[in-house]
């Protein structure tokens, strides 16, 4: 069967394919990549809001259609079915039917904080928490990626209230390690929301917990506060505070790191991915000696092509193996 052939089976039509061969064509670079290449199912958030989207599909698509082996998945594209074992049970034997490795989940849990001011609240999420951590441990994921202090910070801003958080989140997160450590399942951080894309106050967590257990999942794009007010009736308003270089702050994120994105937003008619400089990227995580996965996390954004979900996943993915090859 044809890659096109399973992208039809697997529900992509024509639009889907559109426009495809620019970005798979072309010959290879010679040499091997330095990192292994891991397909993140938030690359498909497209499909998921289209109501397209099954991610008992998901292994066949990223062995058949995109020819890699891991899958980092995303714990609110599935949350309601993972309360349903024969659900995670056949989201594991896909995995194995196709030869492929379950890496990481990644965990959002809204209102369920692991950095909460709240200790009551913030022990309700290490309990939350604690059934991701079961359900990697029988798909055979090596760790859950976690967010720690709070979306709806309210009181950003006030005079030691950065302090405040820490110095809960770290009290969250170590009562979380103490279960994964139970179940061999490590427990990433990523630089994603609130102080977390502070490279600094994220490195001041991970020396804080000192657990082999504890690590980062660092993503290249990720390195400006952002926070979530809740307003009443009108929803939640966003908030940005302070910004760090991304560059400087990805080094400074490598040494603790045990999973990694590659975050794309858009790419030209070369392949290069226009928000990001990826030889930059590629350089730094070389010379950190990292050597585990790299996850496809595409979210389309930003001047370049056009591009559907399947599109923008498989030119992360060439650009990504072109760029390691002239690395090597």
């Known amino acids: 069967m044809t890659r096109r052939e399973h992208l039809k089976r697997l529900g992509f039509g024509a639009a889907g394919l559109a426009g495809l061969s620019w970005a798979s064509g072309g010959a290879r670079a010679a040499g091997q990549p330095f990192l292994k290449i891991a397909m993140g199912e938030y690359s498909l958030n497209h499909t998921l809001r289209a109501g397209k989207y099954n991610p008992l599909h998901l292994a066949q698509m990223t ?88 979306i709806g910070a309210e009181d950003y801003g006030k005079p030691g209230h950065k302090e405040a958080v820490f110095k809960a989140s770290v009290d969250g997160y170590r009562r979380l390690l103490a279960y994964g450590a139970q179940k061999n399942i490590g427990i990433t951080v990523q630089n994603h929301i609130g102080y977390s894309c502070d490279p600094d106050w994220l490195v001041a967590v991970m020396k804080a917990v000192n657990s082999k257990y504890a690590g980062i999942q660092a993503d290249p794009d990720h390195f400006e506060e952002h926070f979530y007010v809740k307003k009443s009736d009108e929803g939640y308003e966003a908030r940005k505070g302070a910004s760090f270089d991304k560059y400087k702050g990805l080094a400074k994120l490598m040494p603790y790191t045990k999973a990694l994105n590659a975050k794309t937003h858009a790419f030209d008619r070369e392949g290069n ?56």
């Not at 039917?97 to 709240?118: F, P, Q, S, T």
């Open 63 to 150: 062995r058949k259609v995109f020819g890699l082996d891991a899958i980092d998945y995303v714990s609110t594209f599935w949350a309601e079915k993972a309360k349903d074992p024969a659900f995670v049970g056949q989201l594991k034997s896909r995995a194995e039917e196709y030869g492929v490795l379950n890496h990481v989940i990644l965990v959002d849990m809204r209102n369920l904080e692991l950095g909460d001011l709240d200790e009551s609240r913030r022990k309700q999420a290490v309990e939350a928490h604690r059934r991701w951590i079961d359900i990697a441990e029988f798909l055979g994921c090596s760790s859950i990626r976690v967010n720690l202090n709070r």
């Open 273 to 328: 991915e226009t928000t990001l400089d990826y030889d930059r990227i590629l350089r730094i995580v070389l010379k950190s000696g990292y050597r585990g996965y790299i996850g496809i996390e595409w979210e389309p954004e930003g001047p370049g092509l056009e591009m559907s979900d399947v599109q923008g996943i498989q030119a992360t993915k060439d650009m990504l193996v072109k760029k390691m090859a002239e690395l090597a």
